[in-house]
């Protein structure tokens, strides 16, 4: 994939700026322009993908009938941007790294870009899962990413809680899952470009899309469209290790995933209660389909804890109860205590 760009802004300092930090993405090809002559000159010659621009580069209205993509960079003091209403709008001062996520959003979705190339390498799915409610799989979920990012890896976490937990840690800004799986039904979408729009850094940098926002969304999306996402992930080669934070009942969505990870980390705390959740959810068939993908993580640990007895799944972490600690505090004290095989966990 790759957009050849131009940039139009008689402000040598920000095209400067914007154009030396843009260079650090693979995809774009740049060039700038300082005058309006000189960009009209080169559209003549040459088919940008896209086009951003200052509308107050020129008194009069820039032709940009030969560009897939016009984008006007607005702002405050701009006093020609009504000339250019059908164009798509990006404010100008802000951080260029949200710029290059905004552009590429609206090239993907406005600009009639459908090709969808294929970048597919091996990509892991590493499902976390627990029939227990408040078992930390979250956290567990987190720690996998963190430590597979340590091991050289391209971790991302992708929350389909009804409610999700990591959003206390990841702030949720603007659709994610859902406008995936919007985008992956829709032909004329590129799907490569809408995920990395999307994508986001989170705790310990972890790269991460929101999850659902309503339960409604949750209900709305089904098994089959979660299974049509993952497997664009894939394609797209935006990571090779997909970590992805299940609800806790199983429906067409967990079972789905399920079906298509390569592991299956289930989370378990002590307690008699917990035990007996843990004793139910072992006699259920699906247990059976996948057990040869299940691992287990006992979580909350303290002295004479006790688990499931009946749980044959092979150990893959004994975490520690850290109370309060902040989340960023645990990945540590995980790490640094080694209570998470990572190794089996990527090997399985």
């Known amino acids: 994939?790759?957009?050849?760009?131009?940039?139009?802004?008689?402000?040598?300092?920000?095209?400067?700026?914007?154009?030396?930090?843009?260079?650090?993405?693979?995809?774009?090809?740049?060039?700038?322009?300082?005058?309006?002559?000189?960009?009209?000159?080169?559209?003549?010659?040459?088919?940008?993908?896209?086009?951003?621009?200052?509308?107050?580069?020129?008194?009069?209205?820039?032709?940009?009938?030969?560009?897939?993509?016009?984008?006007?960079?607005?702002?405050?003091?701009?006093?020609?941007?009504?000339?250019?209403?059908?164009?798509?709008?990006?404010?100008?001062y802000q951080r260029i790294s949200k710029i290059y996520?905004?552009?590429?959003?609206?090239?993907?979705?406005?600009?009639?870009?459908?090709?969808?190339?294929?970048?597919?390498?091996?990509?892991?799915?590493?499902?976390?899962?627990?029939?227990?409610?408040?078992?930390?799989?979250?956290?567990?979920?987190?720690?996998?990413?963190?430590?597979a990012a340590k091991k050289g890896k391209k971790p991302l976490f992708l929350s389909l809680e009804a409610l999700c937990s990591a959003d206390a840690l990841n702030p949720y800004q603007e659709p994610g899952i859902v406008a995936l799986a919007e985008a992956a039904a829709d032909e004329s979408v590129n799907f490569e470009l809408k995920m990395k729009g999307l994508m986001k850094q989170g705790v310990n940098d972890i790269c991460y899309v929101e999850g659902f926002e309503r339960l409604a969304d949750h209900k709305a999306v089904s098994g089959e469209e979660i299974e049509d996402v993952i497997h664009k992930i894939q394609k797209s080669g935006v990571c090779d290790i997909l970590i992805i934070d299940l609800n806790s009942g199983i429906g067409s969505i967990e079972a789905a995933v399920m079906k298509i990870s390569d592991t299956i980390v289930v989370t378990e705390k002590p307690g008699e209660l917990c035990s007996m959740k843990m004793q139910l959810f072992l006699r259920q068939g699906i247990v059976n389909e996948y057990k040869k993908k299940m691992l287990v993580v006992h979580n909350f640990a303290e002295s004479n804890s006790s688990y499931c007895r009946q749980n044959a799944f092979a150990e893959a972490g004994l975490i520690h109860n850290y109370g309060n600690l902040q989340m960023k505090n645990i990945l540590h004290a995980i790490e640094k205590n080694g209570e998470m095989d990572i190794d089996r966990i990527l090997e399985s």
Do not use: W
Not at 31 to 49: G, I, Q
Not at 76 to 82: F, H, L, R
Not at 116 to 145: F, N, R
């Open 1 to 92: 994939m790759n957009i050849l760009l131009a940039i139009a802004d008689s402000n040598k300092e920000y095209l400067r700026k914007i154009s030396e930090e843009l260079q650090g993405y693979s995809d774009l090809t740049i060039y700038v322009y300082t005058s309006a002559d000189k960009l009209e000159n080169a559209m003549e010659n040459e088919s940008f993908d896209v086009v951003m621009f200052d509308p107050d580069l020129s008194e009069s209205r820039i032709n940009f009938s030969r560009v897939k993509m016009p984008i006007c960079l607005y702002s405050e003091e701009a006093e020609n941007t009504s000339l250019y209403k059908e164009c798509a709008h990006i404010s100008k």
């Open 101 to 147: 996520k905004d552009m590429i959003r609206a090239y993907a979705e406005k600009a009639g870009y459908s090709y969808e190339s294929d970048h597919a390498g091996k990509m892991s799915v590493v499902a976390v899962y627990s029939p227990i409610g408040g078992s930390g799989k979250t956290t567990v979920a987190l720690a996998i990413a963190d430590l």
